[in-house]
């Protein structure tokens, strides 16, 4: 059963999801939660900070799901699962994922503290592409950039399927996710 905050702030994100950002309320938020509109103020004390919170605490079970069992097999093993489990979370229609977009990109969601917890809850992901850095297999890019280039393409590829705008057959997937892990290897040179 959730607690009166998560209540909060499920019946955020399922607001956002459905009207939009512009149509949050706090009165609208406590009709949805099933919660008096002054007890949102006793754990958020304006809209702002609601959303703020909400980012984090997506940020905080995305995070959880897609690096579950982040250190289990080899590094390709582990990059192409955190690959395909970060597609499979973003293709889906959840109040999570619709609402997410919305706030992801506003001023106040783009602070220093949220970069601090998206660096720290995904460290994992940052380790990963410096083992493979140290392993002399991936490119010498700065993590981030081996991010961009390889797993921000799962995330693409889940957006257009949740939108509509295409669909993908599984092997067409589980080729993307081969092409985004072959882009950041260093080629192999052949010996004559």
Known sequence: MLNKRDLILRASEKIIASRGIQGLSMQQVANEAGVAAGTI??????KNELILEL???????????ILEDHQLGTLEERFKRIWLKMHSFGKERSPANLSYEQYAHLPESNTD????????????????FEEGKAAGIMQPLHSRALYALSMEPAMTLARTIRRGLIQYEPHEINLACELCWQTILIPIKPTH
Not at 41 to 46: L, S, T, V
């Open 41 to 46: 103020y006793r754990y958020f004390k304006d």
């Open 55 to 65: 980012r984090k605490d997506v940020l905080t079970h995305v995070a959880a799901y």
């Open 113 to 128: 503290e949220i970069r601090n917890l998206e660096l720290t809850l995904f460290a994992p992901l940052g380790q990963l």
